[in-house]
């Protein structure tokens, strides 16, 4: 058995002691052309629900608002939107504590995108983020990009990189690393399963973990958009969701394959 089977091995027979965190575009769901035309890849709702009742936490950590995930998802998953900004458990709904202040400067943003925004650009507002995309017009890439930043100068929010996209956020020290971090008390071992840049302090958060004793296991999602800096700090790599949701399935014991 090699070393990151024994570890998955470890994960399925301590579920009830585990953390298992997965980001959603890309991981739970293919990538498409059109933000809400996302769903789950199929046969995840039954995996997803009986994480939620086994694990000893199973978190969906992503982009994505909480309203939007709500509707895509089974009921059970803790659910981070925003990268952080938002939580739901237990029917709770908790913002961040400074993030309300940023929804005027965000829509203000957002309503200066539609109108005189790039030709071609997709504006997506997520309340207290923003999104803008141009998978539809690979072309636009620079114009977005530009205007991003301009707006970015003028409102004060902060850019991050997306696929095809480039996202607004405001300056909050919190991403998908602090909401690990937030998260994971004591449990043990600790999983990630993520296919994009916005993943990566989620990966860091795992390493540190890790050099205080935890078990981690760091899941890249592999695609033809998969930034090499995702599968080079990943300790195992899977094909698409599919492959993510053959994991997550394995720690329940339905097989897992990986490469």
Do not use: C, N
Not at 128 to 155: F, M
């Amino acid at each position: 058995m090699s070393a990151i089977d024994d570890t998955l091995a470890r994960v399925r027979s301590s579920l009830d002691r585990a953390a298992i965190f997965t980001d959603f575009d890309g991981t739970l769901a293919p990538i498409v052309d059109r933000p809400e035309d996302a769903s789950l890849v199929e046969g995840a709702d039954d995996i997803l629900r009986e994480l939620a009742e086994r694990a000893g936490l199973f978190a969906v950590v992503s982009g994505r608002p909480i309203s939007f995930l709500e509707r895509r998802l089974p009921a059970g998953p803790v659910l981070s939107g925003l990268y952080g900004l938002e939580e739901l458990r237990d029917g709770e709904r908790l913002d961040h504590p400074q993030a309300g202040a940023w929804r005027e400067v965000v829509a203000d943003v957002q309503a200066t995108s539609d109108a005189i925004g790039p030709d071609g650009m997709v504006v997506e507002s997520k309340g207290l983020s923003l999104t803008l995309h141009y998978r539809a017009e690979p072309g636009l890439a620079l114009a977005v990009q530009d205007w991003a930043q301009r707006q970015a100068d003028r409102s004060g929010l902060v850019i991050r990189s997306a696929k095809m996209s480039v996202e607004l956020h405001p300056p909050l020290s919190v991403d998908k690393g602090t909401v690990v971090l937030d998260m994971v008390r004591a449990f043990d071992p600790v999983v990630f399963i993520g296919d994009d840049r916005g993943d990566l302090p989620a990966f860091e958060a795992l390493a540190d973990l890790a050099t205080r004793g935890r078990t981690v296991v760091r899941v890249a999602v592999a695609s033809s958009e998969a930034p090499r800096e995702v599968i080079e700090r990943a300790d195992l790599v899977v094909d698409d969701p599919p492959g993510a949701l053959d994991v997550l399935g394995g720690f329940l014991g339905q097989g897992t394959s990986a490469s």
